[in-house]
């Protein structure tokens, strides 16, 4: 797959002459907590020079599932790569923001860094000879605010699959996005009305595993930011009104050999597919993501096929540096850096023990008999079943810190 091309990347040097330079005044370092929500505190210019040497300290106690009562200061060093300025806030006294590496006070990595997770997953593959793309495909509703700004239940609209205006009016909304993610070095590929009432999606390309998940983190910032801005509210959980579409978190996987092997992606599909159980807790971290399950083309059994909608993952139509699959089963709930890491893990696997998956199921599954059902093995039906197969699983254990898994199955 072709990756997403940043057009500047700087160094801690630039990034200080660059604060310098373009009135830049607040910077946030920005981090997500052990469920991939985003956090940031905000620093002045000449506080800039410290944190990339020394660290800014944070109090860990009070961040979810980071588990710091007794060990409570951990320390942000930003990542000068990731360097974006903030379009929505001021042109005059400008808000730039980077993600961040979190340490302990004597320097060694937090093992609940999720995205320090993700960059060991990476290195492994690496070193393995497999390098990794991913592209989101994340869905959102938008509803109406009250005259206090608050959400309703009321959807912006009720328009349906890729219609246009005046019946989507989310059109408008979707164009500031995407103008957004552009200022921002993020590339949308298309936009458009989902099924749903007031639901939309956007999808971008693909990227290295790290920006695909920072990207990832920074669209669900812009969309919400975005539509406060517009006096709307943007809802990704998975399933907001109870009777139409859930929201999905579609990942695109690419994957290409460093050895030149060729037709790898069916080893890939078997290394997901003997595992996706035991990860579907972090895919799926919230009780209502089980309700999106085997409604509406969201997955209900662990099954593969080329094109067909039904199954947990797919091979879209597509070639050359285009073919890729498609993991169907995540909800926008999820943390990407954990996700995209087990991912590759799983994958991994699959590759090493040239794991094959089963024979496709081109047929449309949700129009099976509950005899023919019943020849196919299901995803956890509920999250207290979702997080005894991650608890059990040596899998997971091999590859999450124990205390990442206490936070997703306690």
């Known amino acids: 797959m072709k990756e997403q091309v940043k057009t500047v990347i700087y160094t801690e040097k630039e990034v200080i002459q660059y604060v310098n330079e373009e009135d830049v005044k607040f910077i946030r370092l920005a981090f997500c907590d052990a469920f991939g929500n985003q956090k940031n505190i905000s620093i002045m210019p000449c506080e800039l020079e410290r944190a990339f040497e020394s660290g800014i300290v944070i109090d860990a106690s009070a961040i979810t599932g980071f588990n710091g009562e007794v060990y409570s200061d951990l ?25 961040c590496s979190i340490k302990y006070p004597d320097g060694k990595g937090f093992e609940l860094d999720s995205r320090r997770i993700l960059r060991e997953a990476v290195k492994t593959a690496l070193s393995e000879g497999y390098t990794f793309s991913f592209g989101s495909e994340l869905e959102f509703y938008l509803f109406n605010c009250d005259e206090n700004g608050n959400p309703t239940t009321i959807p912006h609209d009720h328009a349906c699959y890729m219609d246009i205006a005046p019946m989507d009016r989310g059109e408008n909304v979707r164009r500031d996005i995407c103008l957004t993610l552009e200022r921002m070095g993020i590339r949308p590929e298309s936009s458009h009305h989902e099924e749903g009432p007031g639901q939309n999606e956007i999808d971008f390309r693909f990227s290295d595993p790290i920006t695909a998940a920072d990207n990832s983190v920074t669209f669900l910032s812009v969309v919400r930011t975005i539509a406060a801005v517009n006096g709307l509210y943007a809802d990704f959980s998975p399933k907001p009104i109870a009777d139409e579409p859930g929201n999905s978190f579609h990942i695109n996987i690419s994957v290409h050999s460093t ?152």
Not at 79 to 94: A, E, F, K, Y
Not at 288 to 313: C, H, M, V
Not at 352 to 373: G, I, Y
């Open 259 to 410: 050895k030149n092997e060729r037709d790898i992606l069916p080893y890939v599909i078997g290394g997901l597919m003997n595992r996706i159980e035991d990860m579907t807790v972090f895919l799926n971290p919230t009780e209502t993501s089980y309700k999106r399950f085997g409604k509406d083309k969201a997955p209900k059994f662990i099954t593969w096929s080329p094109e067909n909608r039904s199954q947990l993952i797919r091979i879209p139509a597509a070639s050359g540096q285009y073919k890729r699959i498609e993991l169907r089963s995540p909800d926008p709930e999820a943390n990407p850096y954990l996700a995209y890491a087990l991912i590759i893990y799983a994958a991994l696997e699959g590759l090493k023990n040239r794991e094959l998956p089963p024979e496709a199921s081109n047929l449309n599954l949700f129009a099976l008999s509950v005899e023919e059902q019943e020849r196919y093995k299901i995803l956890p039906e509920n999250l207290i079943e979702a997080r005894q197969k991650a608890k059990s699983s040596d899998f997971i254990k091999k590859y999450l810190p124990r205390s990442m898994i206490k936070n997703y199955c306690k």
């Open 75 to 99: 320390f942000l060093f930003p990542d000068p790569s990731t360097l974006v300025v903030l379009p929505w806030r001021p042109d005059h006294g400008r808000v730039v923001r980077m993600f």
